[in-house]
């Protein structure tokens, strides 16, 4: 797929938000995705099935698993500088406190249902036994990361297993992505519009050279009534058909949870990481959420630079002239423009989870209806956002 396609379209030929010709600011990499960070894989396991009223234990189903390896299935073990950062901490990711203790991470990223946690935390586990077994042989501790997806899914079901977390992983891949109602995201909502997976990329001139950054997030939040698309405030125009924050009379709005993950080929301190990490909010909120309480809004950021440079393994021998780590970084006075590109890429992500997306109908025939691109497009006409 080309890069001019690939920013206007998925795989699949679902449209994204270059697709409507919104335009939005900096230079995406060839793919406009986190895959375009030399290394990262995405992989989904998505679960579609079964209609009509919820039956515990049998659905109906409208979930999966998201998985993320900063380097591949081969580099699963190898230690990269990462940091993260609770924005609302209604959510759950786990190993978040050895992310606070050693600043690095080195296994594969988890994303599904609020209740599908512990299934794919095991799942790491058992992957890396069978397919690392030197890594596995020390401590593991899993990222896995939620959203609520029980408006559409059979959430306290137990549908998403060992397996499925397995399969996420097995599936990774680089290149073009799939987005929308795919892998974790498959039953979530955004702006009480379809939502789900979405991911976009920038590229950081840096002089000499170039570096990339990507976004990818599980998109779950935000209210109707919140809804800003290059800068223009829809929620509005667009507050028709809203079956979901209807079913949820009275409760407050805006709830479900966002998590975002940011991968960097830039060299990068942990603490420089948690940077980037603390920069994605404000990207969601070029969309119009003020962050809900009821909104677990978590992220990470990592750099593949300094491969295995922050290691934690345990030391053989006594220490040596050898026994030093040592790590390049980008001065924390240039870091500006890489805060920017976090900003702009997560605007886009969260776009391209919406646009990328068609109606969705789940338990109890609960429906989620896809953000209207015609009106969307008709209304960025008349504001002169989109030419015509």
């Given amino acids: ?43 989904y396991s998505t679960l579609i099935k079964g209609h009509g009223k919820l039956s515990l234990g049998h659905g109906p189903v409208r979930t999966g698993v998201t998985a993320i390896l900063p380097l591949g299935r081969d580099g699963v073990g190898v230690a990269l500088a990462a940091g993260y950062h609770s924005f609302n901490g209604n959510g759950e990711m786990t190993g978040a406190s050895w992310l606070e203790e050693a600043g690095s ?11 599908a946690v512990g299934p794919c935390h095991r799942g790491v586990i058992d992957w890396v ?12 501790l899993p990222v896995v990361a939620e959203t609520w997806d029980g408006y559409l899914n059979d959430i306290n079901g137990s549908h998403v297993t060992v397996d499925h977390a397995i399969e996420a992983i097995d599936n990774a891949a680089g290149g073009a992505i799939e987005e929308g109602s795919v892998g974790g995201g498959t039953g979530m909502n955004c702006y009480a519009f379809k939502g789900g997976s979405g991911s976009a990329s920038r590229v950081v001139d840096y002089g000499h050279r170039s570096y990339t950054v990507g976004v990818f997030l599980q998109a779950n939040f935000g209210s109707r009534q919140e809804l800003r698309i290059a800068g223009v405030p829809l929620g509005a125009q667009l507050a028709a058909d809203n079956p979901m924050e209807a079913y949820f ?31 994605v909010p404000l990207g969601l909120a070029r969309t119009g959420t003020a962050g809900s309480h009821f909104s677990g809004d978590i992220f990470l950021a990592l750099s593949t630079a300094n491969r295995d440079a922050l290691n934690g393994r345990f030391p053989k021998g006594a220490p040596s002239e050898q026994s030093y780590s040592r790590m390049d970084f980008i001065p924390w006075g240039r870091m500006d423009d890489f805060y920017t590109a976090v900003v702009q890429a997560t605007e886009e992500a969260v776009l391209n989870a919406l646009i990328a997306n068609t109606e969705m109908v789940g338990r109890d025939g609960n429906r989620s209806p896809a953000l209207p691109r015609d009106k969307v497009v008709a209304a960025l006409k008349s504001r002169g956002v989109i030419a015509g």
């Fill in 249 to 279: 009379s009275g409760a407050p709005t805006g709830a479900g949870s966002c998590i975002g993950v940011v991968a960097t080929d830039a060299p990068l301190l942990p603490g420089q990481c948690k940077a980037l990490a603390r920069r």
């Fill in 105 to 115: 991470l080195s296994m594969p990223i988890l994303i599904t249902n609020t209740h």
């Fill in 129 to 140: 036994a069978r397919n690392k077994p030197e890594v596995a042989n020390q401590w593991l």
């Fill in 1 to 43: 797929m080309d890069q001019r396609i690939a920013s206007t379209t998925t795989p699949t030929g679902k449209t994204r938000a270059r697709g409507l010709g919104i335009p939005l600011p900096g230079t995406p990499g060839p793919v406009n995705a986190i895959t375009d960070v030399e290394g990262v894989l995405v992989g």
